[in-house]
């Protein structure tokens, strides 16, 4: 059994590894998180009062508090997801982006190095660092019919991938110069239940509940691979266990889809699992708007995930079309979770 301090587990990636952890192994969870516009507990309302979880309100930016957490709950491991993430938003604001992804990255490994450094033998040969990060860093494969690997140079677009791109690199560095025993994934585009309502899927299924406008960037052709988010927590405990020091892994739901088709598909399940609409559309899909393309967007990611499939057996459980309804039936059944963040009452309290 391990003790695993999880940096951003209110976010969605997050919450859903917190969840399985508590839910499917004997771990438990250290769930550090600054609570930031994408931070929400009610995600893990579900496990708030297991024995084996503990929440802490804390910046990963600030070494002395990240010092006293690895003094006071000695941690087996690290799996680091806190990061800023929206590519809209680091476009409108890079700073944070800046701030969090490579300062409090840094600040992290350097709280994680001397904790490890000071520790047992054997504990020490048992603690790693997982970095968890995003096929953005690889840039676009537009023109190609290439995949994402683990040799892939790297060639962030946005100040999000930028971002993210020198954490991955600090991390290795860390690696190298110091010895910290850490992993590295990156993922591709995650989607399911609990997902803040700025990305894409939960924004195409809300407006279209409320009536309101589908907006697709440019021409939708847009190319993403897309990974159910409960797979990806089964993958990243899988990496953490049985990865190998200083290895990257791939983590990837076979599934390139355009986003234009990603809506579409999203209007057939709706058209299926909630027909009753409001009352000037006749179907979902009339509400698709096309909409300005994003400065800098990408075209195509797609991700090779034949490494981690091969040496540690993992491939998704979830296809396209049943993840995809899966997630369509939990956000109906949650439309009050959803309703709390549009009008802020999840943050109820926290300032």
């Not at 309100?57 to 508090?65: E, H, N, S, T």
């Not at 239940?193 to 924004?203: A, M």
């Not at 396209?320 to 009050?336: A, D, M, N």
Request: charged share 20%; proline share 4%; hydrophobic share 40%.
């Amino acid at each position: 059994m391990l003790k695993i301090l999880i940096t951003g587990g209110a976010g969605f990636i997050g919450s859903a590894l917190i969840r399985y952890l508590l839910s499917d192994t004997a771990h438990s969870v250290v769930n550090v998180d600054k609570l930031t516009y994408a931070g929400n507990l009610e995600s893990l309302e579900s496990v708030a009062g297991n024995a084996r979880y503990v929440f802490e309100r804390v910046d990963i930016c600030d070494g002395p508090a990240l010092a006293r957490l690895f003094a006071t709950h000695a941690p087996d491991a690290v799996m680091h997801l806190a990061a800023e993430s929206h590519v809209d938003r680091s476009i409108d604001s890079p700073a944070a982006f800046i701030e969090t992804n490579i300062v409090g990255t840094y600040t992290l490994l350097e709280a994680a190095r001397h904790y490890w450094s000071q520790l047992a033998d054997e504990k020490k040969s048992r603690f790693r660092f997982h970095h968890i990060s995003t096929d953005e860093v690889f840039g676009d494969l537009h023109g190609t019919q290439a995949l994402f690997t683990e040799t892939t140079p790297y060639a962030p677009s946005s100040p999000y991938s930028a971002s993210k791109a020198s954490s991955d690199h600090l991390v290795r560095a860390w690696q190298r110069t110091f010895g910290l025993p850490v992993i590295v994934t990156n993922c591709s585009n995650n989607y399911g239940p609990f997902q803040f309502p700025e990305k894409l899927i939960p924004v195409i299924i809300l407006n279209a509940l409320a009536g309101k406008a589908l907006p697709v960037y440019g021409n939708g052709q847009q190319i993403r691979d897309w990974l159910y988010v409960d797979d990806h927590a089964r993958a990243l405990l899988t990496v953490l266990e049985h990865g190998v020091i200083g290895d990257t892994y791939n983590i990837g739901g076979h599934n390139e889809k355009t986003n234009l088709t990603v809506v579409q598909t999203l209007c057939a399940i709706l058209e299926e699992l909630k027909p009753e609409k409001p009352s000037h559309i006749k179907q979902y899909a009339d509400l698709m708007t096309y909409v300005t393309d994003r400065p800098g967007h990408d075209v195509r990611y797609a991700i090779d995930a034949s490494k981690i499939a091969r040496e540690l057996h993992w491939t998704p459980k979830e296809t396209f079309e049943t993840g995809l309804k899966k997630t369509v039936q939990w956000y109906l059944e949650h439309l009050e979770w959803c309703a709390h963040i549009q009008d802020g009452r999840y943050q109820a309290g926290l300032h």
